[in-house]
């Protein structure tokens, strides 16, 4: 088995470590939503429209379902750190990912050198 190398064990302890490091943490992302409602007279069918909002919406997916949330100011102030927190994680563990993928690779290529070698030294019949 290739063993990580000090770099790349110091890396994984880095990343680790700033995944502890994380609090609360929310999926899904804010976006600020302009809306026109049902009334054919109001001002957001106007021309030009002056559409409803902004609305903060709070958007995720859960079990292939995407569910939306309308956030007032403070709700949006007091979550947006869970938001970024859970990018954050993600980021994370994608490079931890990166780092796995780099060592398991690794380790197929000096498994496929060894077993050339193995064959190599086979008295020859
Ligand atoms: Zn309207």
Do not use: V
Not at 76 to 102: C, F, H, P, V
């Amino acid at each position: 088995m290739a063993e990580p190398t000090g770099e790349e064990t110091a890396a994984q302890r880095a990343l680790a470590g700033r995944l502890s490091g994380l609090g609360f943490a929310l999926p899904g992302t804010l976006t600020r939503r302009y809306t026109r409602c049902g009334n054919r007279t109001c001002r957001c069918h106007h021309q030009p429209p002056q559409l409803h909002g902004p609305y903060l919406q709070w958007t995720r997916t859960e079990d292939g379902k995407t569910i939306s949330r309308i956030w007032t100011p403070g709700q949006a102030a007091r979550y947006q750190d869970w938001l970024a927190n859970a990018r954050q994680a993600r980021q994370i563990l994608s490079d931890l990912e990166k780092l796995g993928t780099a060592i398991a690779e690794r380790d197929q290529r000096d498994q496929r050198r060894q077993a050339g070698q193995q064959q190599r030294k086979r008295p020859a019949r």
